[in-house]
C-alpha cells in the first residue's frame, strides 16, 4: 500500500469523528484531572488535594539523578509519635519520577490510567481485604474470578465455564506459572520429590523475541536457563513456525520431554505477535506422532497484546470509529492471529499495560480451571486457617498468599467504564499515531522502520542523511551475512547518534528508547543483532508531540553529521557503494 505522503507542518491529526469519542474519554476519564476533583476529600484529609498537587509537581521534574549513597541516608524513624506533615515533607521528593500523564515518555510500557481505574485501586486500599481465602476476603474472592472469566471471554475462550485464574503481581509470575503447569502435567511427582527425582531429560521451548523472564523464571523455579531452547524469529520478530515443528520434533523423537511452549503476543520490543493457532497445530500435530509423550502445555505471554482481542470482533468495512485508511488496512493481521487466543492452555495479562490501569494488575487466564489441580495442595496442610470453611480458597493453588486486590478493583471500573469501544479509542489512538510515524520515517528514505505491522511501537535505525533506499538498506542488513561488517559500521552511527541526541534533545520532547536486539539476522545461528531506536506511543497524548519530535530529530541529526569527520562520512558512502 503506497504510504501518503506527511509534510513536517502536518499536524499529524485524526479523523475528526474519531478525535471526537477520543475527546470524551481523555478528557472525563483520563487522571490528567485528578487532582483537581479531590476538594470533597477535605473533612477526611484537608492535606490530600496539596499531597498529590506537590506529588505530580515532583514527577513532572523528572531530572533528579538518584542518590545512591542510600545507607548513609535512610528514613529517620522517630522515637516519639510524629505528625502527618513531617512524613509528607520527608516522602515528596521521592515521587521525582517520569509523570506518565503526559506522554512524553515514548520509551516503554508508560500508560496513563484510568480514573476509574485509580478510585477503584483506592478503594480496595482502604478497605485491605485478604484474597487468601474468601472466608476472609468475601466478595473480593468473588469479583476476581468475575474479572478472570471476562477476561477469558475477551480473549476468544470458548467455553468460559471452564476457565480460571488468579490475579498477580506481574506478567513474570504469570510466565512462571505457565512452566509450573507444564512441569507439573508431565511429571506430577515432583511436587513431593523435586527435580533432583527425575531421571528424564526435558527442555523447555520459547522464543528468541520473547520477555527475559523466558529464561529468568527457569532459573527461579530451579530448572536453570540451559534446559531450554530459544526458537529464532524471522524478521518480523515472530517465533519461526518450521523451526519449531523441527525442534519439538527432535526432542520428542529422542525421548526428551518438552513441559511448556511459550510463545508471545506483543513482544516487548517489535510489539510482534506470534501466530498462536499455527503454534497450537504444531504441537498437536507432532505430539500425536508420539503420544506416549506428554504433550507440551502451551502458554502466552500477552502480557501487551492482549488488548488487541478487544478489536476481534471490529467491523473493518464499515469502521464505525473511522479509524485511519492505514490502520484499517493492516488490522485484519491482527485479527486473524489474536481471535485464536483461545487455543492455548493458560494466558498471561498485564491490564496495568495496555489496559489503562494503576500498577499492579496482572493476571493469569487458563483455559480448563481444573488444570490448578497440579498444584493443589489438601487443606489439613494449612495449619493457620481452614480453607476448606470459604467457598473459594486460592491459597490451597496459588504460589502466593498475600496478593494485593488493586489489581481487581481496578480492572473490573476500567472494563465496566471503557467497554469494547472505549478500549478501542483509546488503543486506536496508539496505533494509529505509530502508524503515522512510521510512515513518515519512510518517507524519509534514510530511516529504516524495522516493525511496519501495525503496533505499539515503532522500531527504527536512523542511518546518515546521504542514504536513499533505507528499506533496502535494512533488507540487506537483516538476509546478507556477508553484508555483516558494513551493519556493524552502521549500528555505531545508529548508537553514537542516539548518545548525542539524548545529550541535546529538549526536555519538552519525548524520550525514546534504544535496544540491543532490534532485528536479528536471518542467517546462521539468528545470533547477530541489529540495535534500533524505540518509540512506544501507548498514551493517548503521544500524537501531540510527533511534529516536536520530528523537527528536533532531524535537525539534530544534521548537527551530528555536521560534528562527524569528513573522512568518517566519505568511508560510510563508500562502504554502503560496494
Same mark, same amino acid.
Given at each position: 500500500m503506497k504510504y501518503r505522503e506527511l509534510a513536517l507542518d502536518d499536524d499529524f491529526s485524526l479523523n475528526p469523528e474519531y478525535q471526537a469519542k477520543l475527546d470524551v474519554i481523555e478528557n472525563g476519564g483520563l487522571n490528567g484531572e485528578m487532582i483537581d476533583e479531590t476538594h470533597h476529600f477535605d473533612q477526611f484529609f484537608p492535606s490530600l488535594e496539596k499531597f498529590l498537587r506537590k506529588a505530580v509537581e515532583y514527577s513532572q521534574n523528572p531530572n533528579k539523578t538518584v542518590n545512591m549513597n542510600y545507607l548513609d541516608y535512610g528514613i529517620h524513624v522517630p522515637d516519639e509519635l510524629g505528625v502527618e506533615q513531617e512524613a509528607i515533607d520527608y516522602v515528596l521528593p521521592f515521587?521525582?519520577?517520569?509523570?506518565?500523564?503526559t506522554g512524553l515518555d515514548w520509551r516503554n510500557v508508560m500508560p496513563i490510567t484510568l480514573l476509574p481505574a485509580v478510585l477503584g485501586a483506592?478503594?480496595?486500599? #482502604?478497605?485491605?481485604? &485478604?484474597?487468601?481465602?474468601? *472466608?476472609?476476603? *468475601?466478595r473480593a474472592n468473588e469479583l476476581e474470578l468475575r474479572v478472570v472469566k471476562s477476561l477469558a471471554k475477551i480473549l476468544g475462550f470458548k467455553d468460559i465455564a471452564k476457565a480460571g485464574g488468579l490475579s498477580l503481581e506481574g506478567g513474570t509470575k504469570g510466565n512462571m506459572y505457565g512452566y509450573i503447569f507444564g512441569l507439573?502435567?508431565?511429571? $506430577?511427582?515432583?511436587?513431593?520429590?523435586?527435580?533432583?527425582?527425575l531421571k528424564q531429560k526435558f527442555l523447555f521451548i520459547n522464543s528468541q523475541a520473547g520477555h527475559f523472564s523466558n529464561f529468568t523464571n527457569l532459573a527461579a523455579i530451579g530448572v536453570g536457563r540451559q534446559n531450554s531452547i530459544r526458537i529464532p524469529c524471522n524478521s518480523s520478530a515472530t517465533i519461526?513456525?518450521?523451526?519449531?515443528?523441527?525442534?519439538?520434533? &527432535?526432542?520428542?523423537?529422542?525421548?526428551?520431554?518438552?513441559?511448556?511452549?511459550?510463545?508471545?503476543?506483543?513482544?516487548?520490543? =517489535?510489539?510482534?505477535?506470534?501466530?498462536?493457532?499455527?503454534?497450537? +497445530?504444531?504441537?498437536?500435530?507432532?505430539? /500425536?506422532? %508420539?503420544?506416549?509423550?506428554? *504433550? $507440551?502445555?502451551?502458554? #502466552?505471554?500477552?502480557?501487551?497484546?492482549? =488488548? @488487541?482481542?478487544? @478489536?476481534?470482533?471490529?467491523?473493518?468495512?464499515? &469502521?464505525?470509529?473511522? @479509524?485511519?485508511?492505514?490502520?484499517?488496512?493492516?488490522?485484519?493481521?491482527?485479527q486473524n492471529k489474536v481471535r485464536h487466543l483461545g487455543l492455548a492452555d493458560s494466558i498471561t495479562v498485564d491490564v496495568h499495560k495496555t489496559g489503562f490501569t494503576p500498577y499492579s494488575c496482572s493476571f493469569l487466564v487458563v483455559k480448563n480451571k481444573e488444570d490448578f489441580e497440579h498444584l493443589m495442595w489438601d487443606a489439613s496442610e494449612f495449619k493457620y486457617f481452614d480453607p476448606s470453611e470459604a467457598k473459594i480458597a486460592p491459597v490451597q493453588y496459588s504460589l502466593e498468599c498475600t496478593r494485593s486486590s488493586i489489581g481487581i478493583y481496578s480492572a473490573a471500573m476500567a472494563f465496566n467504564t471503557l467497554g469494547i469501544e472505549g478500549y478501542q479509542t483509546l488503543l486506536g /489512538?496508539?496505533?494509529?499515531?505509530?502508524?503515522?510515524?512510521?510512515?513518515?520515517?519512510?518517507?524519509?528514505?534514510? #530511516?529504516?522502520?524495522?516493525?511496519?505491522?501495525?503496533? %505499539?511501537t515503532t522500531l527504527?535505525?536512523?542511518?546518515?542523511?546521504?542514504?536513499?533506499? /533505507? +528499506?533496502?538498506?535494512? !533488507?540487506?542488513e537483516v538476509t546478507d551475512e556477508n553484508f555483516q561488517k558494513q551493519s556493524k559500521r552502521l549500528s555505531e552511527f545508529v548508537d553514537d547518534f542516539y548518545k548525542f541526541w539524548e545529550l541535546h534533545k529538549k526536555p519538552d520532547t519525548p524520550l525514546l528508547d534504544h535496544i540491543k536486539s532490534g532485528a536479528w539476522g536471518q542467517y546462521g545461528n539468528?545470533?547477530?543483532?541489529?540495535?534500533?531506536?524505540?518509540?512506544?506511543?501507548?498514551n493517548p497524548r503521544a500524537?501531540?508531540? #510527533?511534529?516536536? @519530535?520530528? +523537527?528536533? %530529530?532531524?535537525?539534530?541529526?544534521?548537527?551530528? !553529521?555536521r560534528q562527524l569527520p569528513e573522512e568518517y562520512l566519505a568511508e560510510l558512502k563508500v562502504m554502503l557503494e560496494e
Amino acid at each position: 500500500m503506497k504510504y501518503r505522503e506527511l509534510a513536517l507542518d502536518d499536524d499529524f491529526s485524526l479523523n475528526p469523528e474519531y478525535q471526537a469519542k477520543l475527546d470524551v474519554i481523555e478528557n472525563g476519564g483520563l487522571n490528567g484531572e485528578m487532582i483537581d476533583e479531590t476538594h470533597h476529600f477535605d473533612q477526611f484529609f484537608p492535606s490530600l488535594e496539596k499531597f498529590l498537587r506537590k506529588a505530580v509537581e515532583y514527577s513532572q521534574n523528572p531530572n533528579k539523578t538518584v542518590n545512591m549513597n542510600y545507607l548513609d541516608y535512610g528514613i529517620h524513624v522517630p522515637d516519639e509519635l510524629g505528625v502527618e506533615q513531617e512524613a509528607i515533607d520527608y516522602v515528596l521528593p521521592f515521587y521525582n519520577s517520569i509523570d506518565s500523564r503526559t506522554g512524553l515518555d515514548w520509551r516503554n510500557v508508560m500508560p496513563i490510567t484510568l480514573l476509574p481505574a485509580v478510585l477503584g485501586a483506592l478503594g480496595a486500599v #482502604i478497605v485491605n481485604p &485478604n484474597l487468601v481465602t474468601s *472466608k476472609y476476603g *468475601k466478595r473480593a474472592n468473588e469479583l476476581e474470578l468475575r474479572v478472570v472469566k471476562s477476561l477469558a471471554k475477551i480473549l476468544g475462550f470458548k467455553d468460559i465455564a471452564k476457565a480460571g485464574g488468579l490475579s498477580l503481581e506481574g506478567g513474570t509470575k504469570g510466565n512462571m506459572y505457565g512452566y509450573i503447569f507444564g512441569l507439573r502435567k508431565a511429571f $506430577p511427582q515432583i511436587k513431593e520429590t523435586g527435580l533432583m527425582d527425575l531421571k528424564q531429560k526435558f527442555l523447555f521451548i520459547n522464543s528468541q523475541a520473547g520477555h527475559f523472564s523466558n529464561f529468568t523464571n527457569l532459573a527461579a523455579i530451579g530448572v536453570g536457563r540451559q534446559n531450554s531452547i530459544r526458537i529464532p524469529c524471522n524478521s518480523s520478530a515472530t517465533i519461526n513456525i518450521e523451526k519449531l515443528r523441527e525442534t519439538l520434533g &527432535n526432542c520428542m523423537e529422542n525421548g526428551i520431554v518438552v513441559p511448556t511452549v511459550l510463545v508471545t503476543v506483543g513482544t516487548t520490543d =517489535a510489539c510482534a505477535i506470534d501466530d498462536v493457532k499455527a503454534v497450537r +497445530e504444531v504441537i498437536d500435530q507432532v505430539s /500425536a506422532k %508420539f503420544p506416549e509423550m506428554h *504433550k $507440551p502445555h502451551l502458554h #502466552i505471554d500477552a502480557a501487551i497484546g492482549w =488488548a @488487541f482481542a478487544f @478489536f476481534n470482533d471490529y467491523d473493518c468495512k464499515t &469502521n464505525p470509529l473511522h @479509524f485511519t485508511e492505514s490502520f484499517i488496512h493492516k488490522l485484519p493481521e491482527i485479527q486473524n492471529k489474536v481471535r485464536h487466543l483461545g487455543l492455548a492452555d493458560s494466558i498471561t495479562v498485564d491490564v496495568h499495560k495496555t489496559g489503562f490501569t494503576p500498577y499492579s494488575c496482572s493476571f493469569l487466564v487458563v483455559k480448563n480451571k481444573e488444570d490448578f489441580e497440579h498444584l493443589m495442595w489438601d487443606a489439613s496442610e494449612f495449619k493457620y486457617f481452614d480453607p476448606s470453611e470459604a467457598k473459594i480458597a486460592p491459597v490451597q493453588y496459588s504460589l502466593e498468599c498475600t496478593r494485593s486486590s488493586i489489581g481487581i478493583y481496578s480492572a473490573a471500573m476500567a472494563f465496566n467504564t471503557l467497554g469494547i469501544e472505549g478500549y478501542q479509542t483509546l488503543l486506536g /489512538a496508539s496505533l494509529q499515531y505509530s502508524d503515522m510515524l512510521k510512515h513518515k520515517f519512510m518517507s524519509f528514505r534514510n #530511516i529504516g522502520v524495522i516493525n511496519t505491522s501495525l503496533g %505499539f511501537t515503532t522500531l527504527f535505525r536512523p542511518y546518515p542523511s546521504f542514504v536513499q533506499n /533505507a +528499506e533496502a538498506l535494512l !533488507e540487506r542488513e537483516v538476509t546478507d551475512e556477508n553484508f555483516q561488517k558494513q551493519s556493524k559500521r552502521l549500528s555505531e552511527f545508529v548508537d553514537d547518534f542516539y548518545k548525542f541526541w539524548e545529550l541535546h534533545k529538549k526536555p519538552d520532547t519525548p524520550l525514546l528508547d534504544h535496544i540491543k536486539s532490534g532485528a536479528w539476522g536471518q542467517y546462521g545461528n539468528h545470533d547477530y543483532e541489529l540495535t534500533a531506536w524505540k518509540a512506544y506511543l501507548l498514551n493517548p497524548r503521544a500524537g501531540r508531540y #510527533i511534529k516536536d @519530535f520530528l +523537527e528536533e %530529530f532531524l535537525a539534530l541529526r544534521n548537527e551530528y !553529521e555536521r560534528q562527524l569527520p569528513e573522512e568518517y562520512l566519505a568511508e560510510l558512502k563508500v562502504m554502503l557503494e560496494e
